[in-house]
C-alpha cells in the first residue's frame, strides 16, 4: 500500500486559477517536500517542512505557496497559476534528507 | 549555478554491457550523494547511496565509484537488463542535511 499519497494524478487548469495538489504520508515522517520534474531541468525542490504548521522555501518558490497543516499532509497551491506551471509535481517524506520515499506524481497542465 | 551535473543526458546500452552515468558536484562540503532511479509514471526511488569516505560502493549489479579529489562519482550497471531502463538522478545532500539537490537525470534505455 502506496504509503505517500498524491492527489489528484493529473489535473487541467486555467491560466489566473487557483490550484491546490494534495499529498498524504503515512510514513510517521516528519519531513516533506515538493518538487517539480520537467525535461532538462530534473527535479527541483520548491517548498518543504520538517514540522507541522511550518514551511521552508526550496530553491525554485516562486510563484507557489505551501501549507502542512499536520504531520501527515502537505499541500501545494498555485494562487495564479501560469503556462510555466506545467510540470509532474512529486511530494516526497523523508525522516532525514537522506532517503526520500516519492509519491506517483501529479502531471498538472495549465492552458 | 547547477551544484549536480550529470552525464550524459541519454543513454543506449546492449543488454549484457555495462553502463556507465557520470556525476560531478561543485561543493567539496557534500558528503553524502544518493542515486535514485524512476521508471516512467512512477515516483524516483533509492537505488545506492556512498558517503564521502568511501571511495567505491556495491550492491548487486550496482557500483557507485566516488572520486572526493576530483569531485566526481559515476554509477556502474553491470550485465544491464531491459528492466534496468528508467531514468537514473545523481543527487546531493545540503550541509544542513534537511534538503536534497538532484541532477537533471540520465535516461537509460537498455536493449534486448
Known amino acids: 500500500e502506496a504509503a505517500v499519497t498524491q492527489s489528484p494524478r493529473s489535473k487541467v487548469a486555467v491560466t489566473g486559477g487557483k490550484v491546490t495538489l494534495s499529498c498524504h504520508q503515512t510514513?510517521?515522517?516528519?519531513?516533506m517536500y515538493w518538487y517539480r520534474q520537467d525535461t532538462g531541468h530534473g527535479l527541483r525542490l520548491i517548498h518543504y517542512?520538517?514540522?507541522?504548521?511550518?514551511?521552508e522555501k526550496g530553491d525554485i518558490p516562486d510563484g507557489y505557496k505551501a501549507s502542512r497543516p499536520s504531520q501527515e499532509n502537505f499541500s501545494l497551491i498555485l494562487e495564479l497559476a501560469s503556462l510555466s506551471q506545467t510540470a509532474v509535481y512529486f511530494c516526497?517524506?523523508?525522516?532525514?534528507?537522506?532517503?526520500?520515499?516519492f509519491g506517483s506524481g501529479t502531471r498538472l497542465t495549465v492552458l | 549555478q547547477q551544484q549536480v551535473r550529470q552525464s550524459p543526458q541519454s543513454l543506449t546500452v546492449w543488454e549484457g554491457e555495462t553502463a556507465i552515468l557520470n556525476c560531478s558536484y561543485e561543493?567539496?562540503?557534500?558528503?553524502?550523494f544518493p542515486w535514485y532511479q524512476q521508471f516512467p509514471g512512477e515516483g524516483p526511488a533509492l537505488l545506492i547511496s556512498?558517503?564521502?569516505?568511501?571511495d567505491k560502493k556495491e550492491d548487486g549489479r550496482f557500483t557507485i565509484f566516488f572520486n572526493k579529489r576530483e569531485k566526481k562519482l559515476s554509477l556502474h550497471i553491470a550485465d544491464s537488463q531491459p528492466g534496468d531502463s528508467a531514468t537514473y538522478f545523481c543527487?546531493?545532500?545540503?550541509?544542513?542535511?534537511?534538503?536534497?539537490?538532484f541532477g537533471i537525470g540520465t535516461r537509460v534505455l537498455v536493449r534486448p
Open positions: 543527487a546531493v545532500t545540503n550541509s544542513a542535511g534537511n534538503k536534497l539537490t
Open positions: 517542512s520538517y514540522v507541522a504548521d511550518s514551511t
Open positions: 556512498i558517503l564521502s569516505v568511501s
Open positions: 516526497a517524506s523523508a525522516l532525514s534528507a537522506e532517503t526520500l520515499y
Open positions: 561543493n567539496s562540503a557534500f558528503d553524502y
Open positions: 510514513n510517521n515522517h516528519d519531513y
